[in-house]
C-alpha cells in the first residue's frame, strides 16, 4: 500500500489531510501528545497519532504538519513501516513487515510475506538493505528506487545455494551461481539464470568454460491450470526458463574434470 500523499498547491503549502466535510463513515483523526484532538495537523510540530478513515494509523512525529522524523505507520492490511520520514515519505533506516492477502474457506485473511531491513529514499528501498523472504530467501546488498540494483547475494534457503554478483532492475546480470559445496559458475545471468559466456569452478581448481541458453518453458496443462488461478488471485506469476549447457571442451575432457570433483 502507498502511504498518503501530500497535497501541494504551491511550494508555501504544507500538508493537510482533512476530513471535516465527511458527514457520513469514519473520519480523519489526529491527536496531539497532550490528547488533544483535532481534525488536520496543519502546522502541527511533535509527536502525535493519526488514524485515517481506510484503518491506517501513524504514530510518530511530525514537522510543520507533516510526517517527519521517527514513526511508526501500521496499515489495515497488517503490514507496518518502522523507521524515518521526510517530507511524508519513508526515508532513511527503516524496517518494512509485509503482509499477503489470501483467500481461505472462511473468507481472506492476510499472511506475512516478508520484511526488508535497511535505506530508503522518496517512499522506496534505495541504498543497503536487506529483505528476508516469506520462504526463508535472503537478498543482502543494494536496491534502488525499489529493485535490487549493485552489489548483492540471493541466499536459497531450501537448498543453500547462493547467487552473488551485480544486479540491475531486480535481476542478476553478472556475478557467481555457488553451491553448497563450494563449486561455482561464474559468468553473464538473464532472467536470474545463467546465459551466455561463462565458467565453471570446481573445488579442485578444474575449469569448465562454455555457454548457457535460455529457452521458455513449456508448461503442462496442470502448470498452466495453476498460473492462471494465480494470476486471477492478482498474484505476479514470472515466467519459468529452462536453461542448456554447452561446453567448449570435448566430451573426455569434461567428464575428467566434472568427474574428478572431490
Not at 180 to 207: A, L
Amino acid at each position: 500500500p502507498k502511504t498518503p500523499k501530500p497535497l501541494l498547491t504551491d511550494q508555501f503549502k504544507l500538508f493537510e489531510f482533512n476530513m471535516a466535510d465527511e458527514e457520513d463513515g469514519p473520519k480523519y483523526i489526529f491527536i496531539t501528545e497532550n490528547q488533544e484532538e483535532k481534525s488536520s495537523s496543519r502546522n502541527y510540530n511533535g509527536k502525535a497519532v493519526a488514524k485515517y478513515p481506510n484503518g491506517d494509523v501513524y504514530d510518530g512525529q511530525y514537522i510543520n504538519g507533516i510526517r517527519e522524523g521517527h514513526g511508526v505507520y501500521r496499515y489495515a492490511n497488517g503490514e507496518k513501516y518502522e523507521g524515518e520520514w521526510l517530507r511524508n515519505k519513508k526515508h532513511g533506516i527503516g524496517r518494512m513487515s509485509y503482509m499477503k492477502k489470501i483467500a481461505g474457506e472462511d473468507g481472506d485473511k492476510s499472511i506475512a510475506d516478508g520484511e526488508y531491513n535497511g535505506f530508503w529514499e522518496n517512499g522506496r528501498r534505495h541504498g543497503e538493505g536487506v529483505f528476508q523472504y516469506k520462504n526463508g530467501d535472503m537478498y543482502s546488498g543494494w536496491w534502488k528506487h525499489g529493485e535490487k540494483e549493485g552489489t548483492g547475494s540471493y541466499v536459497f534457503k531450501s537448498t543453500n545455494m547462493k547467487l552473488f554478483g551485480e544486479w540491475k532492475a531486480g535481476n542478476i546480470s553478472t556475478g557467481r551461481w555457488v553451491y553448497p559445496n563450494g563449486m561455482y559458475y561464474e559468468g553473464t545471468f538473464k532472467n536470474n539464470k545463467p546465459e551466455g559466456k561463462g565458467e565453471w569452478v570446481f573445488k579442485n581448481g578444474n575449469k569448465l568454460d562454455g555457454n548457457y541458453s535460455q529457452k521458455e518453458k513449456e508448461l503442462t496443462e496442470e502448470e498452466q491450470a495453476e498460473v492462471e488461478a494465480k494470476k486471477e488471485a492478482g498474484e505476479s506469476v514470472p515466467k519459468q526458463y529452462t536453461i542448456n549447457w554447452q561446453s567448449n571442451s570435448n566430451i573426455m575432457e569434461s567428464a575428467s574434470k566434472v568427474n574428478s570433483v572431490e
